[in-house]
């Protein structure tokens, strides 16, 4: 029996500093706020300084929390991106026509990274693509569904992720 597991977040270098630069501009402007207007700071101009930075906060320790768990065994592929989904996903084979590695453009297919797409198929399908959940990179497993719906799961270890799906296409009917 074999089984594939991954886990993938957003730990790029460029991520970080530019999260890093955006603080220190923003603690740079709010200091020159305060500098500039001495003691007449008014409680408005306070609470918006302290919800903007607050709000820019939430948003950079959101994106350096997501995760991305993967992992493929013999009952189907499971997926989560934490904190979004609050269990696994699972997808048994029976429900997919195809499974396979492939590489992507991440921009011009799906739009970027992150969680792409709103359903498997219809109105909200970015470009007739499907749904991507990716991290980084330009590898994922490639589901297409009995019911024409597509799914790309990102993977930094595509080699090993094709094994294993080599080892279960048997199941899919």
């Known amino acids: ?3 594939f597991k991954e886990s993938q977040r957003f730990n790029q270098w460029w991520l970080i500093l530019f999260g890093l630069l955006i603080f220190v501009i923003i603690g740079f402007s709010f200091s020159k706020e305060i500098s500039d207007s001495g003691n007449n ?3 408005e101009q306070l609470i ?8 820019i906060l939430v948003v950079f320790l959101l994106i350096i929390f997501i995760r991305l768990k993967t992992k493929i065994d013999e009952n189907g592929i499971s ?3 934490t904190p979004f989904h609050l269990k696994p996903r699972i997808i048994s084979w029976s429900e997919l026509s195809k499974c396979y590695v492939r590489k992507y453009a991440p921009i011009s297919e799906y739009g970027g990274w992150g969680i792409r797409g709103f359903q498997r198929k219809g109105f909200w399908d970015f470009r007739n693509r499907g749904m991507a959940y990716n991290i980084k990179g330009d590898m994922g497993i490639q589901l297409k569904f009995k019911d024409e719906g597509k799914l790309l799961i990102g993977t930094q270890d595509p080699e090993k992720a094709k094994m294993v799906i080599q080892n279960y296409l048997y199941k899919i009917v």
Do not use: C, D, T
Request: hydrophobic share 45%; charged share 5%; aromatic share 6%.
């Open 1 to 3: 029996m074999k089984v």
């Open 41 to 43: 700071l008014n409680n």
């Open 48 to 55: 918006s300084m302290l919800l903007s930075g607050g709000l």
């Open 79 to 81: 997926y989560q991106m």
